[in-house]
């Protein structure tokens, strides 16, 4: 069974896990550069939980997605940077749909006006992602910079799991 639900410092090894399994290409697009065990590690030690969200896909007892909302800019604090990851063999069947949701209604009921992402411009996936939840794409090239407004978004354009009753509760 499916469940999202918000991460807490007690599950850093889950989230290690998950980070540690996705392989270099996948990394690479996670961090926008070639991550290494050590950096990963890092990352993954280091959150700093009073100003993250992570919320994680798992099914069973699996972490098998994790979507991370950072408040970055302190002089905006309307806005929260964005990153999700799925593992490789349970991409395309709509966790990274579902997570992107729970992290909107999470962002809309905090007072949040848009979520911002990096992403590299050969990174399809999250493009057509950000795009499906109405989302402005701009690039240079090489990246691409994903502004997704949060007040006028609407549940159904991500799909049947973003209008569940109660996600609200559950993603906060
Ligand atoms: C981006 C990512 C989270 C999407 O996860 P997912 O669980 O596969 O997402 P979904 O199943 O909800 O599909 C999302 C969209 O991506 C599309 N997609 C999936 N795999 C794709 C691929 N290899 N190439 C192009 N599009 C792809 C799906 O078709 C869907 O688009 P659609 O609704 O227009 O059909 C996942 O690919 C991932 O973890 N990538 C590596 C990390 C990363 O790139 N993170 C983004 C930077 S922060």
Known sequence: MRVIRRLVPGDVPLLLEHMLGLGQSDRRLRFCAAASDSVIRRYCTSIDWGRSLLLGCFEGRWLVGVVHLLSGDLGRPELLELAISVERAQRGRGIGAALLARAMV??????????????????????RLALRAGGRLVTDGEHVDGTIAVWDWEASRLGPESLSPGAERRAG
Not at 110 to 123: I, K, Q, S, Y
């Open 106 to 127: 999470a962002a809309r009921s905090r007072g949040v006006a848009a979520l911002r992402f990096v992403c590299l411009a050969e990174d399809e996936a999250m493009q």
